[in-house]
Protein backbone atom coordinates (compact mmCIF):
# COMPACT_ATOMS: atom_id res chain seq x y z
CA UNK A 1 0.00 0.00 0.00
CA UNK A 2 1.04 3.50 -1.27
CA UNK A 3 2.68 5.57 1.39
CA UNK A 4 2.29 2.75 4.48
CA UNK A 5 5.00 2.61 6.77
CA UNK A 6 7.36 -0.51 6.69
CA UNK A 7 7.95 -1.79 10.04
CA UNK A 8 11.11 -4.91 10.60
CA UNK A 9 9.33 -8.27 12.01
CA UNK A 10 9.59 -8.51 15.34
CA UNK A 11 12.20 -11.12 16.78
CA UNK A 12 10.55 -13.06 20.20
CA UNK A 13 12.94 -13.52 22.74
CA UNK A 14 12.66 -16.85 22.53
CA UNK A 15 13.47 -17.09 18.91
CA UNK A 16 17.13 -14.90 20.26
CA UNK A 17 18.18 -17.26 22.31
CA UNK A 18 16.15 -20.89 19.85
CA UNK A 19 16.50 -21.15 16.41
CA UNK A 20 15.44 -24.17 14.64
CA UNK A 21 15.02 -22.65 10.87
CA UNK A 22 18.95 -21.92 11.28
CA UNK A 23 20.05 -25.46 11.43
CA UNK A 24 21.37 -26.89 8.59
CA UNK A 25 19.90 -30.38 9.04
CA UNK A 26 21.54 -31.99 6.22
CA UNK A 27 24.85 -30.70 7.75
CA UNK A 28 24.43 -32.09 11.59
CA UNK A 29 27.27 -34.19 12.12
CA UNK A 30 25.14 -37.54 12.84
CA UNK A 31 28.21 -39.74 12.65
CA UNK A 32 28.80 -37.79 16.23
CA UNK A 33 25.16 -38.57 17.49
CA UNK A 34 25.41 -42.28 16.75
CA UNK A 35 28.25 -42.87 18.04
CA UNK A 36 27.15 -41.40 21.52
CA UNK A 37 23.64 -43.29 21.24
CA UNK A 38 25.76 -46.21 20.98
CA UNK A 39 27.88 -45.45 24.44
CA UNK A 40 24.94 -44.48 25.73
CA UNK A 41 23.40 -48.15 24.51
CA UNK A 42 26.32 -50.21 25.87
CA UNK A 43 25.69 -48.12 29.75
CA UNK A 44 22.27 -48.99 29.67
CA UNK A 45 23.15 -52.74 29.18
CA UNK A 46 25.92 -52.83 31.16
CA UNK A 47 23.43 -50.78 34.35
CA UNK A 48 20.35 -53.54 33.53
CA UNK A 49 23.08 -56.22 34.22
CA UNK A 50 24.18 -54.71 37.60
CA UNK A 51 20.50 -54.12 38.33
CA UNK A 52 19.66 -57.64 37.30
CA UNK A 53 22.47 -59.26 38.85
CA UNK A 54 21.50 -57.87 42.26
CA UNK A 55 18.26 -58.97 42.29
CA UNK A 56 19.68 -62.31 41.33
CA UNK A 57 22.09 -62.47 43.99
CA UNK A 58 19.09 -61.42 46.63
CA UNK A 59 20.66 -57.70 46.84
CA UNK A 60 17.77 -55.98 45.73
CA UNK A 61 17.27 -52.96 47.84
CA UNK A 62 20.19 -53.04 49.15
CA UNK A 63 22.61 -51.64 46.12
CA UNK A 64 22.28 -48.11 44.97
CA UNK A 65 22.22 -49.27 41.20
CA UNK A 66 18.55 -49.20 40.20
CA UNK A 67 18.09 -49.61 36.69
CA UNK A 68 14.81 -47.92 36.42
CA UNK A 69 16.28 -44.67 38.14
CA UNK A 70 18.81 -44.28 35.41
CA UNK A 71 16.24 -44.84 32.69
CA UNK A 72 14.00 -41.86 34.62
CA UNK A 73 17.29 -39.51 35.08
CA UNK A 74 18.09 -40.39 31.06
CA UNK A 75 14.46 -39.27 30.23
CA UNK A 76 14.99 -36.09 32.61
CA UNK A 77 18.09 -35.28 30.83
CA UNK A 78 17.46 -35.62 27.11
CA UNK A 79 15.77 -31.74 26.62
CA UNK A 80 19.27 -30.40 27.92
CA UNK A 81 20.70 -32.39 24.36
CA UNK A 82 17.60 -30.62 23.00
CA UNK A 83 18.36 -26.84 24.57
CA UNK A 84 21.94 -27.34 23.31
CA UNK A 85 21.08 -28.56 20.11
CA UNK A 86 18.88 -25.18 19.39
CA UNK A 87 20.85 -22.58 20.93
CA UNK A 88 21.68 -20.15 18.53
CA UNK A 89 25.86 -19.74 18.22
CA UNK A 90 25.30 -15.59 18.36
CA UNK A 91 23.20 -15.55 21.36
CA UNK A 92 25.39 -18.34 22.89
CA UNK A 93 28.74 -15.92 22.35
CA UNK A 94 26.84 -12.68 23.70
CA UNK A 95 25.74 -14.85 27.31
CA UNK A 96 28.80 -17.19 27.75
CA UNK A 97 29.21 -15.30 30.77
CA UNK A 98 25.80 -16.46 32.01
CA UNK A 99 26.26 -20.21 32.24
CA UNK A 100 29.70 -19.04 33.72
CA UNK A 101 28.52 -17.10 36.20
CA UNK A 102 25.51 -19.26 37.46
CA UNK A 103 28.02 -22.35 37.73
CA UNK A 104 29.97 -20.15 40.12
CA UNK A 105 26.98 -18.80 41.97
CA UNK A 106 25.80 -22.56 42.17
CA UNK A 107 29.50 -23.40 43.32
CA UNK A 108 28.97 -21.13 46.35
CA UNK A 109 25.69 -22.42 47.13
CA UNK A 110 26.80 -25.77 48.06
CA UNK A 111 28.48 -24.28 51.20
CA UNK A 112 25.59 -22.86 52.48
CA UNK A 113 23.86 -24.56 55.19
CA UNK A 114 20.57 -26.17 54.38
CA UNK A 115 21.61 -26.58 50.86
CA UNK A 116 24.61 -28.27 49.87
CA UNK A 117 24.50 -31.91 50.95
CA UNK A 118 27.39 -33.63 52.70
CA UNK A 119 29.01 -36.96 51.87
CA UNK A 120 32.04 -38.93 52.41
CA UNK A 121 33.09 -35.81 54.02
CA UNK A 122 32.64 -33.62 50.43
CA UNK A 123 29.92 -30.73 49.82
CA UNK A 124 29.13 -31.49 46.33
CA UNK A 125 25.89 -31.79 46.42
CA UNK A 126 22.62 -29.79 45.68
CA UNK A 127 19.17 -32.31 46.62
CA UNK A 128 17.19 -31.78 43.57
CA UNK A 129 14.00 -34.20 44.73
CA UNK A 130 11.65 -32.90 42.18
CA UNK A 131 14.01 -34.24 39.34
CA UNK A 132 14.79 -37.32 40.74
CA UNK A 133 18.85 -36.46 41.22
CA UNK A 134 20.94 -34.00 43.08
CA UNK A 135 22.64 -31.57 41.48
CA UNK A 136 26.61 -31.39 41.43
CA UNK A 137 27.60 -28.21 40.45
CA UNK A 138 31.10 -28.62 39.50
CA UNK A 139 29.76 -30.83 36.24
CA UNK A 140 28.30 -27.72 35.09
CA UNK A 141 30.98 -25.58 35.92
CA UNK A 142 32.92 -27.53 33.58
CA UNK A 143 30.81 -26.40 30.43
CA UNK A 144 30.59 -22.92 31.85
CA UNK A 145 34.53 -22.53 32.08
CA UNK A 146 34.35 -24.21 28.39
CA UNK A 147 32.23 -20.85 26.96
CA UNK A 148 33.41 -18.28 29.10
CA UNK A 149 37.18 -19.59 27.98
CA UNK A 150 35.63 -19.33 24.33
CA UNK A 151 34.17 -15.74 24.51
CA UNK A 152 37.54 -14.51 26.17
CA UNK A 153 39.85 -16.42 23.84
CA UNK A 154 38.33 -15.99 20.77
CA UNK A 155 39.85 -12.49 20.82
CA UNK A 156 43.25 -13.84 21.36
CA UNK A 157 45.50 -15.40 20.37
CA UNK A 158 47.63 -16.50 23.16
CA UNK A 159 50.94 -15.25 21.68
CA UNK A 160 51.72 -12.88 24.89
CA UNK A 161 51.66 -13.07 28.40
CA UNK A 162 49.68 -10.33 29.41
CA UNK A 163 46.78 -12.44 27.22
CA UNK A 164 47.26 -15.37 29.38
CA UNK A 165 46.24 -13.25 32.90
CA UNK A 166 42.27 -13.10 32.44
CA UNK A 167 41.23 -16.60 31.03
CA UNK A 168 43.71 -17.85 33.76
CA UNK A 169 41.99 -16.41 36.18
CA UNK A 170 38.31 -16.95 34.79
CA UNK A 171 39.24 -21.09 34.82
CA UNK A 172 41.17 -20.53 38.62
CA UNK A 173 38.10 -19.65 40.21
CA UNK A 174 35.93 -22.53 39.71
CA UNK A 175 39.09 -24.87 40.14
CA UNK A 176 39.34 -23.04 43.85
CA UNK A 177 36.17 -23.21 44.75
CA UNK A 178 35.98 -27.00 43.47
CA UNK A 179 39.26 -28.23 45.40
CA UNK A 180 37.31 -26.73 48.53
CA UNK A 181 34.18 -29.02 48.16
CA UNK A 182 36.99 -30.88 48.01
CA UNK A 183 36.82 -32.36 44.32
CA UNK A 184 40.11 -33.64 43.38
CA UNK A 185 38.54 -35.70 40.05
CA UNK A 186 37.18 -32.44 38.60
CA UNK A 187 39.92 -30.53 39.26
CA UNK A 188 41.77 -32.98 37.38
CA UNK A 189 39.34 -32.47 33.92
CA UNK A 190 39.40 -28.41 34.41
CA UNK A 191 43.21 -28.28 34.02
CA UNK A 192 43.57 -30.11 30.97
CA UNK A 193 39.95 -28.33 29.65
CA UNK A 194 41.99 -25.18 30.08
CA UNK A 195 44.99 -25.71 28.98
CA UNK A 196 43.51 -27.39 25.88
CA UNK A 197 41.94 -24.63 25.04
CA UNK A 198 44.76 -22.68 25.47
CA UNK A 199 46.33 -24.53 22.98
CA UNK A 200 43.15 -24.21 20.28
CA UNK A 201 43.13 -20.60 20.85
CA UNK A 202 47.22 -20.47 19.85
CA UNK A 203 49.75 -20.58 22.96
CA UNK A 204 52.79 -22.53 21.73
CA UNK A 205 53.16 -26.12 23.03
CA UNK A 206 56.29 -24.90 24.83
CA UNK A 207 54.30 -22.59 26.70
CA UNK A 208 51.98 -25.40 27.84
CA UNK A 209 54.19 -27.67 28.65
CA UNK A 210 55.93 -25.00 30.72
CA UNK A 211 52.33 -24.43 32.75
CA UNK A 212 51.64 -27.72 33.00
CA UNK A 213 55.52 -28.08 34.74
CA UNK A 214 54.54 -25.55 36.91
CA UNK A 215 51.23 -27.12 38.04
CA UNK A 216 52.90 -30.89 38.56
CA UNK A 217 55.67 -29.20 40.89
CA UNK A 218 52.63 -26.73 42.30
CA UNK A 219 50.99 -30.26 43.37
CA UNK A 220 54.18 -31.98 44.64
CA UNK A 221 54.85 -28.94 46.48
CA UNK A 222 51.37 -29.09 48.34
CA UNK A 223 51.33 -33.00 48.75
CA UNK A 224 55.37 -32.04 50.51
CA UNK A 225 54.25 -29.83 52.86
CA UNK A 226 50.67 -31.30 53.93
CA UNK A 227 48.29 -29.03 52.02
CA UNK A 228 46.53 -31.48 50.54
CA UNK A 229 43.44 -33.35 52.80
CA UNK A 230 44.45 -36.18 54.87
CA UNK A 231 42.20 -38.74 52.21
CA UNK A 232 44.35 -37.02 49.21
CA UNK A 233 47.06 -37.81 50.97
CA UNK A 234 45.96 -41.19 51.63
CA UNK A 235 44.76 -41.63 47.87
CA UNK A 236 48.66 -40.57 46.78
CA UNK A 237 50.31 -42.76 48.82
CA UNK A 238 48.09 -45.68 48.19
CA UNK A 239 48.85 -45.07 44.24
CA UNK A 240 52.30 -44.80 44.68
CA UNK A 241 52.46 -47.86 46.80
CA UNK A 242 49.92 -49.65 44.66
CA UNK A 243 52.07 -51.00 41.70
CA UNK A 244 53.69 -53.72 42.90
CA UNK A 245 51.21 -56.60 43.54
CA UNK A 246 52.16 -57.18 47.29
CA UNK A 247 51.63 -53.85 48.33
CA UNK A 248 48.40 -54.11 46.78
CA UNK A 249 47.29 -57.44 47.97
CA UNK A 250 48.41 -55.85 51.35
CA UNK A 251 46.35 -53.26 51.41
CA UNK A 252 43.14 -54.46 49.96
CA UNK A 253 41.19 -54.35 53.00
CA UNK A 254 42.24 -50.59 53.64
CA UNK A 255 43.20 -48.02 51.71
CA UNK A 256 43.60 -49.82 48.70
CA UNK A 257 40.56 -51.62 48.86
CA UNK A 258 38.74 -49.39 45.78
CA UNK A 259 41.80 -50.28 43.71
CA UNK A 260 42.64 -53.97 44.55
CA UNK A 261 38.91 -54.80 43.33
CA UNK A 262 38.48 -52.71 40.35
CA UNK A 263 42.24 -54.17 38.71
CA UNK A 264 40.81 -57.79 40.21
CA UNK A 265 37.69 -57.53 38.04
CA UNK A 266 39.55 -56.42 35.40
CA UNK A 267 42.17 -59.12 35.14
CA UNK A 268 39.53 -61.63 35.87
CA UNK A 269 38.32 -60.64 32.32
CA UNK A 270 40.74 -62.12 30.36
CA UNK A 271 40.95 -61.66 26.49
CA UNK A 272 37.00 -61.97 26.10
CA UNK A 273 35.47 -61.57 29.18
CA UNK A 274 32.91 -63.59 31.80
CA UNK A 275 30.23 -62.24 30.09
CA UNK A 276 26.98 -59.66 30.32
CA UNK A 277 26.54 -59.35 34.28
CA UNK A 278 28.58 -61.86 35.13
CA UNK A 279 31.92 -61.83 36.85
CA UNK A 280 33.04 -60.77 40.46
CA UNK A 281 31.98 -57.46 40.24
CA UNK A 282 28.48 -58.18 39.61
CA UNK A 283 28.21 -61.46 41.85
CA UNK A 284 30.31 -60.26 44.71
CA UNK A 285 29.38 -56.34 44.60
CA UNK A 286 33.04 -55.69 46.19
CA UNK A 287 33.82 -53.26 43.78
CA UNK A 288 32.57 -49.85 44.95
CA UNK A 289 31.08 -46.95 42.79
CA UNK A 290 30.44 -49.86 39.98
CA UNK A 291 27.42 -48.31 38.03
CA UNK A 292 29.43 -44.73 37.95
CA UNK A 293 33.73 -44.24 38.75
CA UNK A 294 34.12 -47.95 38.16
CA UNK A 295 31.82 -48.52 34.72
CA UNK A 296 34.72 -49.18 32.92
CA UNK A 297 36.47 -51.76 35.27
CA UNK A 298 32.96 -53.99 34.99
CA UNK A 299 32.62 -53.20 30.83
CA UNK A 300 36.97 -54.55 30.91
CA UNK A 301 35.98 -57.75 32.88
CA UNK A 302 32.43 -58.79 31.01
CA UNK A 303 33.92 -57.37 28.04
CA UNK A 304 37.53 -58.62 28.29
CA UNK A 305 40.51 -57.13 27.03
CA UNK A 306 39.13 -57.27 23.46
CA UNK A 307 35.79 -55.49 24.80
CA UNK A 308 37.39 -52.97 27.06
CA UNK A 309 39.49 -51.89 23.72
CA UNK A 310 36.54 -51.41 22.08
CA UNK A 311 34.88 -49.39 24.28
CA UNK A 312 38.14 -47.45 24.67
CA UNK A 313 38.13 -46.89 20.55
CA UNK A 314 34.85 -46.22 20.33
CA UNK A 315 35.12 -43.66 22.95
CA UNK A 316 38.41 -41.90 21.75
CA UNK A 317 36.19 -41.99 17.80
CA UNK A 318 33.83 -40.00 19.36
CA UNK A 319 36.66 -37.35 20.33
CA UNK A 320 38.10 -37.29 17.10
CA UNK A 321 35.07 -36.74 15.59
CA UNK A 322 34.14 -33.89 17.75
CA UNK A 323 37.55 -32.76 17.30
CA UNK A 324 36.75 -32.65 13.23
CA UNK A 325 33.60 -31.12 13.54
CA UNK A 326 35.32 -28.31 15.55
CA UNK A 327 37.82 -27.86 12.67
CA UNK A 328 35.05 -27.39 9.95
CA UNK A 329 33.67 -24.32 12.15
CA UNK A 330 34.39 -21.08 10.76
CA UNK A 331 33.47 -18.68 13.14
CA UNK A 332 36.11 -19.06 15.78
CA UNK A 333 33.96 -19.06 19.07
CA UNK A 334 32.04 -21.73 18.16
CA UNK A 335 35.07 -23.19 16.90
CA UNK A 336 36.41 -22.82 20.15
CA UNK A 337 33.83 -23.80 22.37
CA UNK A 338 33.04 -27.46 20.28
CA UNK A 339 36.72 -28.32 20.60
CA UNK A 340 36.50 -27.49 24.36
CA UNK A 341 33.65 -30.08 24.37
CA UNK A 342 36.07 -32.61 22.46
CA UNK A 343 38.50 -31.90 25.16
CA UNK A 344 36.38 -32.17 27.98
CA UNK A 345 35.14 -35.88 26.94
CA UNK A 346 38.71 -36.77 26.12
CA UNK A 347 40.09 -35.78 29.83
CA UNK A 348 37.12 -37.67 31.44
CA UNK A 349 38.08 -41.01 29.47
CA UNK A 350 42.07 -40.63 30.33
CA UNK A 351 41.09 -39.94 33.95
CA UNK A 352 38.28 -42.51 34.74
CA UNK A 353 40.11 -45.54 32.77
CA UNK A 354 44.15 -44.47 34.60
CA UNK A 355 42.19 -44.20 37.95
CA UNK A 356 40.48 -48.00 37.33
CA UNK A 357 43.66 -49.34 35.45
CA UNK A 358 45.80 -48.29 38.45
CA UNK A 359 47.66 -45.33 35.97
CA UNK A 360 46.15 -42.46 37.88
CA UNK A 361 45.60 -42.23 41.90
CA UNK A 362 42.15 -43.08 42.68
CA UNK A 363 39.10 -40.04 42.44
CA UNK A 364 36.00 -39.98 41.71
CA UNK A 365 34.65 -39.04 37.93
CA UNK A 366 32.44 -40.33 35.72
CA UNK A 367 32.22 -41.75 32.09
CA UNK A 368 30.20 -39.78 30.54
CA UNK A 369 27.01 -41.28 28.42
CA UNK A 370 27.67 -44.23 30.48
CA UNK A 371 27.85 -43.65 34.28
CA UNK A 372 24.71 -43.40 36.51
CA UNK A 373 24.45 -39.53 38.17
CA UNK A 374 22.16 -37.39 36.67
CA UNK A 375 24.17 -33.96 36.95
CA UNK A 376 27.00 -35.96 34.61
CA UNK A 377 24.44 -37.36 32.45
CA UNK A 378 22.33 -33.66 31.42
CA UNK A 379 25.74 -31.99 31.11
CA UNK A 380 27.44 -34.15 28.51
CA UNK A 381 24.04 -34.52 26.77
CA UNK A 382 24.18 -30.36 26.74
CA UNK A 383 27.61 -30.59 25.97
CA UNK A 384 26.93 -32.86 22.75
CA UNK A 385 23.79 -30.70 21.95
CA UNK A 386 26.42 -27.90 21.85
CA UNK A 387 28.84 -29.17 19.54
CA UNK A 388 26.30 -30.74 17.45
CA UNK A 389 24.29 -27.42 17.33
CA UNK A 390 26.95 -24.62 16.57
CA UNK A 391 28.60 -26.78 14.36
CA UNK A 392 25.93 -26.82 12.25
CA UNK A 393 23.81 -23.22 12.31
CA UNK A 394 23.56 -20.94 9.93
CA UNK A 395 24.27 -17.55 10.93
CA UNK A 396 26.47 -14.91 9.56
CA UNK A 397 29.68 -14.18 11.15
CA UNK A 398 32.09 -11.02 11.08
CA UNK A 399 34.95 -13.01 12.28
CA UNK A 400 37.72 -12.31 10.48
CA UNK A 401 38.70 -16.07 10.49
CA UNK A 402 35.42 -16.65 8.64
CA UNK A 403 37.02 -14.58 5.92
CA UNK A 404 40.56 -16.50 6.15
CA UNK A 405 39.98 -19.51 6.05
Not at 93 to 109: D, E, I, P, T
Not at 246 to 261: K, M, Q, V, Y
Request: aromatic share 8%.
Amino acid sequence: MKGAAWHPKRTSTLERILSVRHLRWLEVDWHVLLVALALLGIGLALISAMDDADLLWGREGQSSVQFGRHLKTLFVALPAFALGLFLRPRWVRKNAWLVYGASVALLLFVFVPGIGAERNHATRWIPLPLLGFDLQPSELAKLGVILMLAGVLHQRRMKYLSEWVRPGLLALVPMGLVALQPDLGTAMTLAPITLGMFYLAGARGRQIVGVLGAVVLAGVLAFQVGLLHEYQLQRVETWLSSWGADSLIHGRNGPAFHTFHARVAIGNGGWLGTGLGQGVANEAAHLPERDCDSIFAVAAEEGGFLGGMLLIGLYALLVVLIFHSASQVRERFSRLVVGGIGIYFASHLFVNVGVNLGLVPMTGLTLPLLSTGGSSLATSLLALGLALGLSSHHEPSLDKDAYGE
